[in-house]
């Protein structure tokens, strides 16, 4: 898909000069797009035609639903019979635990998906009519579905997101809401609305609400208390203004990319907390990246359960494997290698023009879908955006499928003695 993108996106009709996009900066685009991050070194508004923003708008849609899903389907309707290990493969992909509903889950993702976005997608072009008359109708579909999918793309120009429309509340409550039912993940839409009362939900839709509410809580509350004094960001506006876009902000931060005020001029603090918020990401199974909030509560649980000398979590009545502590530390700890890495990398390429906490910024966003910049991505050589475009192919696909597709498991029925070694 990334490969068919970036030929679409070289041709002389996609880009309004006519002469198309450099290869390198249409592949980089088109794994922003298909990857649903956002980062990117075109305008799309000013650079790309209208078949080049459906290209994008393709790219986008099909990235957020995944491959897998898409493909799965396809060739159900088609009749075919899956093998044993593909089903084991689907279940893995869709974090599924058996086969039983997996084919309807994917059809509730098609429905759901399109049914939000079709929504909101008449919702915004009634509000933008009156600003772009019956260009309304593709500004409306566009950000629906680039903020469902938590891609962060938009179409304003200028590569200004929302920070001339920072005041425009309602527009930002729709963003808004797209990212968050967009991030939740599919399985917790379909528990909340099929099972009416929160004992009946499944664990990993209680773990993901709590999560959520506590992350945009701490993320608005972190936000607004650090740029409440910046006149370069929020600090002019009125205490309410300031709530709305700290809230925005901080849901916005954790994958999907849009942005209500220039974070080039964010003091240091917020931008490392947008680095936690970001790296953290989306829930499983939703069209947003990092390594998850599940992964990061799972996290904490382990390490309190360590601090009060338990053996075991239960969370909610309910006691969480140990396979699954491990992968989650896995997870988070292959994670944090893969972005010092890129970060090291693309710092030695930059030859520190910029500071480290920037590039550390771009490589974190990239890694978390989210797509959000400080002025610095089109600055990137060949061989930084090629890095970037890897980041935030592993951070779409998951950290652990792709190191998964790299090494070879075997089993083994050896059993060796356990020695204790001294740690900590």
Partial sequence: MILLGTFLLMLPISTTNHQGLKWIDAFFVSTSASCV??????????????????VMLMLIQVGGLGIMTLATLAVHIMGYRFQLKENIILQESLNQGGQAGLFELIS?????????????????????????????IGYGIFHSVSAFCNAGFDLFGNYDSLCKRNDDYFLMTCIGLLIILGGIGFTVMSDVLHKKFWRKYSLHTKIVIVMNIALI???TLTIFAVEYYNPDTIGNLSIPAQLANACFTSVSCRTAGFNSFDLAQS???????????????????STGGGIKSTTFFI??????????????????????????????FAIFTMGTIWVVIAGITLSVIDGEVHDLEE???????????????IGITSEWDVWG????????????????????SL?????????????DIMIG
């Fill in 37 to 54: 991050t956002g980062l990117t070194v075109v305008d799309l508004h000013n650079d790309l035609t209208f078949f080049g923003t459906i």
């Fill in 407 to 419: 090494i070879t498991q075997k089993t083994t029925r050896i059993k060796y003695p356990a020695e």
């Fill in 359 to 373: 590039v550390l910024f771009e490589t974190v966003s990239g890694f978390g879908t989210v797509g959000m910049g």
């Fill in 299 to 328: 996290i904490l649980q382990s390490m309190w359960a360590v601090f009060r000398g338990k053996s075991e979590i239960v969370i909610f009545g309910r006691r969480i494997s140990r396979e699954l502590r491990d992968q989650a």
């Fill in 108 to 136: 509730r993702m098609i429905k759901y998906t399109l049914t939000i976005e079709m929504f909101f997608a008449v919702v915004l072009t009634i509000h933008f009519y009156p600003e772009f008359g019956f260009n309304a």
């Fill in 217 to 219: 809580l701490f993320g």
């Fill in 267 to 285: 003091e240091q603090i917020t931008l490392l907390i947008m680095i936690i918020l970001m790296f953290i990401g989306a829930s499983p199974l």
């Fill in 385 to 404: 955006k090629l890095i970037l475009a890897l980041t935030m192919l592993v951070g779409r696909v998951g950290i652990m499928t792709f190191m998964l």
